[in-house]
Structures are given as structure tokens and as C-alpha cells.
């Protein structure tokens, strides 16, 4: 019997951006041991997805043709073997493989590792806001100590670039562990920010901004360093206390020789390369405050199917305000 067949968005090579990413007609996948098949409803771009097909992980990262993208939101529409805690028709968010993708298609399989259900207080196009963006955050936050459950001690922390995908997560998630929050964003965005909790707002291209300094005078314990640009260890260490911590996103050659000489000389103050590994737990809780109405996901713009590309190119020039989303299905 022939296979099913469905529509991608897919690029068969290294680089072109937007322009590479052709559609085409491919069979259905077939659910594994442990996977669920999905009918996508949404998926959103991380700057990890683009990255990837500039060949930040060549040679071995993607394997060509790729189908791009890893965060979903969809329907089950049929499970693998040894699946019992997911059926056809259950709604759910899902952090697919990133290196991998599979996402921006009307069908894809996904882990259950990396899979929550979701109640219908929570649209498909919040659903795939979550996975990656506020999956991060909130593994970020953890690492510094940040505690959800009203059992944590306040403390100040540093957010860059608050305006972007991961950023607006980091600050309402770190609002919501009773942290004192500066954020960095541009002007156009200083009021949103302010509105997601943020007790302090530097524009990033005015002096303050540059040197990071707190409009009260206060020291960090931590940065959540979300901004794609790199910023001077000199400059963190200048607004840190004693045993702050910056939790880089997006670590350059540089950061890993700084943190390497920082733990040979038993430095106090750390900058530390992140790298998030997002479990459906983590799923399941953001989700939930995204049920409860304690985590409202900001969404920079929504595209149809057919317009992925343009999509894809908004996300390359790195001025999101929140997530960007490709609806597949209404
Ligand atoms: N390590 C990990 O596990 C992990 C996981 C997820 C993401 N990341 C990384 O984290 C970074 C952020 O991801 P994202 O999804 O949040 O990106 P994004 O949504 O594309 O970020 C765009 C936002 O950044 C703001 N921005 C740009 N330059 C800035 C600056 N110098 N200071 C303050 N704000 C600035 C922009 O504001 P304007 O438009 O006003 O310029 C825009 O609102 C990316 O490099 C991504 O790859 C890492």
C-alpha cells in the first residue's frame, strides 16, 4: 500500500536562508518505539534553527534533505510502540530533537521524552511558543537557583535582550520565582518589557545600557544573558557581586576560554556556557502556567504555511519582539 504523503518545508544544502527552503511533497513518518505522530497545528523558529542551516554544526548537523524547526504544537494522531500515556487525539506541545527538526510539516513524530498534553485553555500558537524559548529560561534560571515552588530567597538578576523569544520568558518566569529583575531591551520595546514584570529597563543602546548599570545602583547575583551579542566579561564582572554568575546563551569561543581560566584560578565570579536540555516535565509545568494564566507567551508575528519563508527571514534579522510562529493548520 502506498504511504500517506504530506507537505514540507525542507532545504537540501548548507546556507541561502529564507530562499533555500522549498516545499515538497514527502511520505508521512511512522512512529517509533516511544514516539507519538503529531498533525502539526503551529511551530515556532529559534535562532538555533537557522543557525544550523548556516552550518554551525557542519558537517555532521543536519542531515540533507532537512526539514527545519522543533517546536510544535498538534494533535496525536497515531502513537509508537510502548506509548500508553498518550492517544489519538490528545493536543500537545513538544520539544522535538533540534539537531534533527522535523517540524515546519503538516506531520511529525515527536519523543514522548520531550512531549507534554495540553488542556484547550492553551492555543496551539502558545503551545509552540514554549518549548525551546521558555524551556530555556526556565532551566536558566534553575541553574542560578531560582526556585518556582515560594521556597526560594530573592535575589537580583540581569536579563538581556528581554524583548526576544527567550528573553520574555526568562523575565516573567524569574518575577514569578520573586526575583528583583534589570532588563535590557531597545526603546521600542522598554514599555512591554515593563509590563512582563521587570522592575528595572535599560535601553541597550544608551550608555546605561552599554555598561549594564542598574538605574538604583544595584549588583547582580546572576545574568541571564539572552542577547545574540557578546558582551565584555569585564563588563559583567563590573556589575557583579561577589559570586554572581552569568548563564551566556550563546557562548563563543571566548566565553569557553573565560570560564576555563576562571576555574583554574578558583574565580568566585563565573560566566557559565549554557546549554538547555528540555524534558516534558518542564513542559508540563510551563504549559500549566500558561493554563493558569501566569505565563502569557508574547507572540512577535504569525505566518501561514505557505509563508514559512518569511518567517524564517524575520527570524534571521534578530529583531523579534517574542516568538515568531508558522501556523500549518487552523
Ligand atoms: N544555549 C541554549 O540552550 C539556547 C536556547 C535557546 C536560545 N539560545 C540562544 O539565545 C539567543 C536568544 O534567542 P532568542 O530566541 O531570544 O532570539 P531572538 O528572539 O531572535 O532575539 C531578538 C531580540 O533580541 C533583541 N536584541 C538584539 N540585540 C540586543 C542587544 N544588544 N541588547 C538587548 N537586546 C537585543 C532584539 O531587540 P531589538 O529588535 O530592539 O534590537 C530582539 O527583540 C540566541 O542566540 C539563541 O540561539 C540558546
Not at 155 to 171: D, E, K, R
Request: charged fraction near 20%; aromatic fraction near 8%.
Amino acid at each position: 500500500m502506498a504511504s500517506k504523503s504530506m507537505q514540507v518545508f525542507c532545504y537540501d544544502k548548507y546556507g541561502g536562508g529564507a530562499a533555500a527552503l522549498k516545499k515538497v511533497e514527502i511520505p508521512v513518518p511512522v512512529p517509533k518505539k516511544g514516539e507519538i505522530l503529531a498533525k502539526v497545528e503551529a511551530v515556532s523558529i529559534n535562532p538555533a534553527d537557522w543557525r544550523i542551516q548556516n552550518g554551525i554544526m557542519r558537517p555532521f548537523v543536519p542531515k540533507f534533505p532537512c526539514v527545519p524547526l522543533s517546536d510544535v504544537a498538534g494533535e496525536v494522531v497515531s502513537v509508537g510502540a510502548g506509548v500508553d500515556n498518550f492517544k489519538t487525539g490528545d493536543k500537545i506541545a513538544s520539544h522535538l530533537v533540534f539537531t534533527t527538526g522535523g517540524g515546519l510539516a503538516e506531520y511529525t513524530v515527536a519523543p514522548t521524552s520531550q512531549t507534554a498534553k495540553r488542556p484547550p485553555e492553551v492555543s496551539a500558537v502558545e503551545a509552540a511558543s514554549l518549548p525551546m524559548a521558555a524551556g530555556t529560561a526556565l532551566k536558566a534560571l534553575e541553574a542560578v537557583g531560582a526556585m518556582f515552588d515560594g521556597t526560594g530567597k530573592p535575589f537580583n538578576v540581569l536579563i538581556t535582550a528581554a524583548s526576544g523569544g527567550v528573553g520574555q520568558f526568562t523575565v516573567q518566569l524569574a518575577k514569578l520565582a520573586g526575583l528583583h529583575v534589570t532588563a535590557t531591551c531597545g526603546a521600542r520595546n522598554i514599555d512591554l518589557v515593563k509590563s512582563l514584570g521587570a522592575d528595572e529597563v535599560l535601553d541597550y543602546r544608551t550608555p546605561e545600557g552599554e555598561t549594564l548599570k542598574s538605574v538604583t545602583g544595584k549588583m547582580y547575583d546572576a545574568v541571564i544573558h539572552c542577547s545574540t551579542v557578546g558582551i565584555a566579561w569585564s563588563v559583567f564582572a563590573k556589575n557583579l557581586n561577589k559570586k554572581g554568575k552569568v548563564i551566556d546563551l550563546t557562548p563563543r569561543f571566548s566565553s569557553f576560554a573565560t570560564s576555563a581560566l576562571q576555574k583554574i584560578t578558583l574565580s568566585k565570579k563565573q560566566l557559565v556556557p549554557f546549554f538547555s536540555k528540555i524534558g516534558y516535565k518542564d513542559l508540563e509545568f510551563l504549559v500549566g502556567l500558561v493554563k493558569d494564566g501566569k505565563l502569557k507567551p508574547v507572540i512577535d508575528s504569525i505566518h501561514p504555511f505557505d509563508k514559512a519563508p518569511e518567517a524564517w527571514a524575520k527570524s534571521m534579522e534578530g529583531h523579534a519582539t517574542g516568538k515568531i510562529i508558522i501556523e500549518v493548520e487552523k
